[in-house]
């Protein structure tokens, strides 16, 4: 009996934060043994807003960075498979076969799209991020994903690649899982300034791989209740940072409820609950840090891990897009083409 197939992935733009953990990953580590995990290095993802000759000069490097703190955030390099995205041509092929099957209106009704492309700094939509779940849709289908662990913002996408999928086997034959979403138990985590979600671009994220005194700084500099001036003055926890950080990050519950109770009632300072906060990152971060170390002391363990995904990886999209140009026609009409060239070579050899 097969066993299922996971995709996910990120795109290599740097380390990966306490955002990234909380939407994704740590769903990832909770799922990916019971599953045939595809990690995908979606560097053609960046590009629809990150697409500078720098940028692209640092996905190696990014890329490395992301699969070290994903397994040490926990993933078992054993039962992983990670790929580089662009490394398999055979997917924007897929791609483009897939584009056909949904609508401009459909992709503009995909709320993400505009958030990303704001946060990138783009006054107009480029054509590559409007097609974003396009493409996403052919990560997941290239390997015949059939689960898909994704935070809130990437939800709607994996329903454009459903849509996708049945479109393809009403009208071609069942090729496709239509895959399943798994969505994160916390939607998204905000940033340390409370403006926003946590995000490298913003500079308000806390890194998994940041170090004590980093994590400490970063924690004291928090937003917190604007109006609460002093110590004695009764504060707000609903949409308090740190009271979310403590809710997701500190095990200890009798804390985090006295904590908010005394801060309700202006009976504990800022200063206080900021550093009970450290402790608790810091029990949650050492353990992620320690195994960064020694992943990190295997010199070349993670470009081996890079290089031998992608190969493997590319050897399944090659034969779902041989399925997919099957199911669809698409080689019997070159067939065709050559049987009459070479019916007609024939003739004319023979004439001659």
Same mark, same amino acid.
């Given at each position: 009996?097969s066993?299922?197939r996971?995709?996910?992935?990120?795109?290599?733009?740097g380390?990966?934060?306490?955002?990234?953990?909380?939407?994704?990953?740590? !769903?990832?580590?909770?799922?990916h043994?019971?599953?045939e995990?595809f990690?995908?290095?979606?560097?053609?993802?960046m590009?629809?807003?990150r !697409?500078?000759?720098?940028?692209i000069?640092? @996905?190696?490097? !990014?890329a490395r960075?992301?699969?070290?703190?994903?397994l040490?955030?926990g993933?078992d390099p054993e039962?992983?498979?990670?790929?580089l995205?662009?490394?398999?041509p *055979?997917?924007g092929?897929l791609?483009t076969l897939?584009?056909?099957?949904v609508?401009?209106?459909?992709?503009?009704?995909?709320?993400s799209?505009?958030? =990303?492309?704001?946060?990138?700094?783009k006054?107009?939509?480029p054509?590559?991020?409007l097609?974003?779940?396009?493409?996403?849709?052919?990560d997941?289908?290239?390997?015949?994903?059939?689960?898909?662990p994704?935070?809130?913002?990437?939800?709607?996408? @994996?329903e454009?690649?459903?849509?996708?999928?049945r479109?393809?086997n009403h009208?071609?034959g069942?090729?496709f899982?239509v895959p399943?979403?798994i969505?994160? /138990?916390?939607p998204?985590l905000?940033?340390?300034?409370?403006a926003?979600? =946590?995000?490298?671009?913003r500079g308000?994220?806390?890194?998994?791989?940041?170090?004590?005194a980093?994590?400490?700084?970063?924690?004291l500099? =928090?937003y917190t209740?604007? !109006?609460?001036?002093r110590?004695?003055?009764?504060?707000?926890v609903?949409g308090?940072?740190?009271?979310?950080?403590?809710e997701?990050?500190n095990?200890?519950? /009798?804390e985090?409820s006295d904590l908010a109770r005394?801060?309700?009632a202006?009976r504990v300072g800022? @200063?206080e609950v900021? *550093?009970?906060?450290?402790?608790?990152l810091?029990?949650f971060?050492?353990?992620i840090?320690?195994r960064?170390?020694?992943?990190?002391?295997d010199r070349g363990l993670?470009?081996?891990?890079?290089?031998?995904?992608?190969?493997?990886?590319?050897q399944e999209?090659r034969?779902?897009?041989?399925?997919?140009?099957?199911? =669809?026609?698409l080689?019997?009409?070159?067939?065709?083409?050559?049987?009459?060239?070479?019916?007609?070579?024939r003739?004319?050899?023979?004439s001659?």
């Amino acid at each position: 009996m097969s066993v299922a197939r996971m995709l996910t992935g990120d795109r290599p733009t740097g380390r990966l934060h306490l955002g990234h953990y909380v939407g994704s990953i740590a !769903n990832r580590v909770r799922l990916h043994r019971g599953y045939e995990s595809f990690f995908i290095i979606a560097d053609l993802h960046m590009l629809t807003t990150r !697409n500078r000759r720098e940028d692209i000069d640092q @996905v190696s490097g !990014n890329a490395r960075e992301m699969v070290t703190d994903i397994l040490a955030a926990g993933i078992d390099p054993e039962r992983a498979i990670f790929y580089l995205q662009s490394a398999i041509p *055979e997917v924007g092929d897929l791609n483009t076969l897939l584009q056909n099957l949904v609508t401009v209106p459909r992709l503009e009704r995909v709320p993400s799209l505009k958030d =990303m492309a704001r946060d990138a700094g783009k006054e107009e939509m480029p054509y590559g991020l409007l097609g974003y779940p396009v493409l996403q849709a052919a990560d997941i289908l290239c390997v015949k994903g059939e689960v898909v662990p994704v935070g809130r913002d990437n939800a709607a996408h @994996v329903e454009v690649t459903r849509e996708i999928a049945r479109r393809f086997n009403h009208l071609y034959g069942p090729v496709f899982p239509v895959p399943e979403l798994i969505p994160a /138990d916390t939607p998204s985590l905000v940033g340390t300034d409370g403006a926003a979600k =946590m995000s490298k671009s913003r500079g308000n994220a806390i890194a998994l791989s940041d170090d004590p005194a980093t994590v400490r700084r970063k924690v004291l500099g =928090m937003y917190t209740d604007p !109006n609460r001036v002093r110590a004695d003055v009764p504060g707000t926890v609903e949409g308090n940072p740190v009271f979310a950080y403590h809710e997701i990050f500190n095990p200890d519950r /009798d804390e985090v409820s006295d904590l908010a109770r005394r801060y309700r009632a202006g009976r504990v300072g800022d @200063v206080e609950v900021k *550093e009970r906060l450290v402790i608790a990152l810091e029990a949650f971060l050492a353990p992620i840090r320690q195994r960064r170390a020694e992943i990190e002391a295997d010199r070349g363990l993670v470009d081996r891990l890079i290089v031998e995904g992608t190969e493997r990886t590319r050897q399944e999209v090659r034969q779902t897009l041989l399925e997919v140009r099957r199911a =669809m026609g698409l080689t019997g009409a070159y067939q065709q083409v050559r049987r009459r060239a070479e019916r007609s070579r024939r003739r004319t050899d023979a004439s001659t």
